[in-house]
Nanobody, 126 residues
Framework: QVQLVESGGGSVQAGASLRLSCAAS????????WGWFRQAPGAAREFVAH????????YYTDSVKGRFTISRDNAKNTVYLQMNSLKPEDTAVYYC???????????????????WGQGAQVTVSS
């Protein structure tokens, strides 16, 4: 069992940066592959980024590539999403998620993850 607590959301203007944190307790983050998803009002949950359990290779949805970076700090047992050059279309609730056996072809499917954070609101105004 692992519990995930998110922090770092907020309201910013376009072009600003935010860093979301996902602090895990109960199990080491090295036990899992990790993802970030987001959900805008009235929309479906959308894949944003993923980092593999072994090797640390990262994957991003096209709309955030070059602006967002997923990373992990095993010593702090925390996963991060650094968001730069934020745009109004990035406005959403952001969720971190963990899974112990996610195959590469399923990283974009929210149903493949076992544990979820509570969500962090990110609002970007123009």
């Amino acid at each position: 069992q692992v519990q995930l607590v998110e922090s770092g959301g907020g309201s910013v203007q376009a072009g600003a940066s935010l860093r979301l944190s996902c602090a895990a307790s109960g199990r080491p983050i090295s036990s899992y592959s990790w993802g970030w998803f987001r959900q805008a009002p009235g929309a479906a949950r959308e894949f944003v980024a993923h980092i593999r359990r072994n090797g640390g290779h990262t994957y991003y949805t096209d709309s955030v590539k070059g602006r967002f970076t997923i990373s992990r700090d095993n010593a702090k047992n925390t996963v991060y999403l650094q968001m730069n050059s934020l745009k109004p279309e990035d406005t959403a609730v952001y969720y971190c998620a963990a899974g112990g056996g996610i195959i590469l072809s399923n990283i974009r499917n929210s149903g493949g993850y076992d544990y979820w954070g509570q969500g962090a609101q990110v609002t970007v105004s123009s």
